[in-house]
């Protein structure tokens, strides 16, 4: 079976063509990262324009492998959450494409979109597991009880880690996309020279906050700044990155050490999210994986971002369970991984 994703969330147009679930025939994607970085971050507007010029163009291009439509068996398509100008182009386009083609339509959670994308990189890899997902506006521990069943394990109770990325590269005047930036600057700087807040929760020990550390981060900036100093940005880049990266580490460890066994997920972690691309995060994760004698699934960088590969792959299992749309499909900003 061939399914069509169509991605367009945030600021990648994006479409892809996966066999079964599991086998990539095409995956094209779009960036507008070269216009937003103008406004130093993403402009809804803006996106959902550059959506709107670029979404005939990238699904024509994913088309070309499997020659056309009629050789698509179902079309998945993101709606929700997201950004609600861009995810309404894409699931527009996607209700147009498959009504006048004769295709089921299926709705797929941008989320549960990123944790598909182990299964493209991991063919072996099945449910139930427990998943570590960091992007730009989600920080979640959850449950993958079957491909389309979620439990929220831990969930960030104000910024994600990605946004916090973001926020402090603009402080330190390292520009958009900040998570990338922050992560090179960091190779050369001290992890150890600033010490961060950490934030645990007695009552929710994996749940994150990631508000603390972005505000510690402005301050110090500011600080520096009124006090004449010199910032060391690769420092700050570095001290910070470790901050976010071990409790993002320690909390999943402990999710897989108090939880895998009573839930019958195995001792298995599966990352995923744009975070799940940072050096120092995927580091860590190795090491506590080796530590703790859990298998530790990563997607491969080219899957860590968004793209329509992961939604394809998550429509596949969508279907399966019965999850189609009809011509009333609408896109929502928010939407709980749960539902």
Known sequence: MNILGIESSCDETAASVIKDGREILSNVVSSQID??????GVVP??????HTEAISGVVSEALKPVGGMEN?????VTNAPGLIGALLVGVSFAKGLAFSSGKPLIPVHHIRGHVAAAYL??????????ALIASGGHSHIVFVEDYTKYRILGRTRDDAAGESF????RVIGLGYPGGAKIDSLAKSGDPYAIE???????????????????????NYAHNAEQAGRELNKAD??????????SVLTEKATAAVNDLAESLGAGKRLVVAGGVSANSVLRSYLARSAE???FALYLPPLSLCGDNAAMIASQGYYEYLSGNIADESLNAYATKSIEE
Request: hydrophobic share 45%.
């Open 35 to 40: 216009i937003h970085t103008l406004y130093g």
């Open 45 to 50: 507007e803006i996106a959902s324009r550059a």
């Open 72 to 76: 698509i068996d179902v079309v998945a």
């Open 121 to 130: 990189a991991h063919p072996e890899l099945k449910p139930p597991f427990i």
């Open 166 to 169: 973001d926020k402090a590269a």
């Open 196 to 218: 961060f807040p950490k934030v645990y929760f007695k009552d929710a020990p994996y749940d994150f906050s990631f508000s603390g550390v972005k505000t510690a981060v402005i």
């Open 236 to 245: 700050v880049a570095a001290s910070f990155s470790r901050a976010v990266c």
């Open 291 to 293: 530590k703790n004698g």
